[in-house]
């Protein structure tokens, strides 16, 4: 069994518009642990199942476009059946499909015995998306480019609420509605990348900022869901990625369960979630 943990961007400005039509980001990646989890077979053809509706099980599924890229790479012409157990919500955020594609590439590596050097692995896993590479180390990274560039850092532990409006947003529509006023320098994400490095959970929650907040249509409720999260005692909030997902930062794991807790009602979906120091691929013993 491989687990494969999500991500929140702790910080995300837009600093412009790069000739090759990508928008040229500075964001702060965080790994936590909501993961999926996902079970590899020897087969002969390369199959999927998932758990979860929504989650495409053809050939656009990101967990088997990894699998058939890393076949055509290694040249090893054997399939794998991938069971999906999908936790992370979907089109969220929180980089589950990007996730599972780093997961199927670590799994895969293994169970085909493949001893490629990480930075190998990691040429391949930007073709599929710009933060699959991440999820390799997970921690903390600063991302910089069209976010394919990592630094890692180090911060402290935190304990966050995630919340999520049971909406799927569409990552390229909010790219799309960019505008030159979203645009800013990358001081928030130094600042931020301050507040990790001092160590303390309250100057990081003063920092969470995401630039992508004015992209989303008005029908998703980005503005309440932070102002809920805050008026529950969270020390700061933010969205993640493109969206939907908001997340709040919790005095303590407990605070974060007493927030999930209330926040959960029949509209919204909740999680109480710690972040990672580590990787955010891990595969079990015995797989
Ligand atoms: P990101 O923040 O990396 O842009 P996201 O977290 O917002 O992405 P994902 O859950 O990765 O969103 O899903 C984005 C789209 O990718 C979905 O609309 C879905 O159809 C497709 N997709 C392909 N493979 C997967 C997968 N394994 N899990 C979830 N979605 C997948």
Not at 45 to 72: H, Y
Not at 133 to 152: D, I, K, Q, V, W
Not at 190 to 207: E, G, H, K, T
Request: hydrophobic share 50%; aromatic share 4%; charged share 20%.
């Amino acid at each position: 069994m491989v687990s494969a943990a999500a991500k929140v961007n702790l910080a995300l400005e837009i600093l412009g518009k790069r000739v090759d039509g990508y928008h040229e980001i500075t964001t702060v990646l965080q790994a936590v642990d909501l993961a999926d989890r996902l079970v590899l077979e020897d087969a002969d053809v390369l199959e999927l199942r998932a758990s979860a509706p929504g989650v495409p099980t053809d050939g656009s599924n990101l967990a088997l476009r990894a699998a058939r890229a890393l076949g055509e790479a290694s040249g090893v012409a054997r399939g794998v059946r991938i069971t999906l157990d999908k936790r992370i919500p979907v089109a969220a955020g929180l980089g589950g499909g990007s996730a599972d594609a780093a997961a199927v590439l670590v799994g895969l590596s293994r169970l085909w015995g493949l001893r490629w050097p990480v930075a190998r692995l990691a040429d391949l896993a930007v073709s599929l998306g710009m933060d699959v590479p991440f999820f390799f180390r997970g921690g903390a990274a600063l991302a910089t480019g069209r976010g394919e560039r990592l630094e890692p850092l180090r911060g402290p532990a935190l304990a966050l609420v995630l919340v999520n409006p049971r909406l799927p947003a569409s990552t390229a529509e909010a790219y799309g509605r960019v505008t030159a006023e979203m645009y800013s320098d990358g001081g928030r994400t130094r600042a931020l990348c301050a507040a990790l490095r001092s160590r303390r959970p309250l100057r990081v929650a003063a920092a969470v900022w995401n630039a992508l907040e004015p992209a989303l249509e008005p029908g998703y409720p980005i503005t309440r869901m932070k102002a809920a999260l805050l008026a529950q005692g969270a020390l700061g909030a933010a969205m993640s990625g493109s969206g939907p997902t908001v997340f709040g930062v919790a005095r303590s794991f407990d605070h974060a369960r007493q927030i999930r807790t209330r926040l959960t009602r029949g509209s919204w979906a909740c999680w109480a979630v710690r972040t990672l120091g580590g990787p955010a691929i891990r595969v079990a013993a015995g797989a």
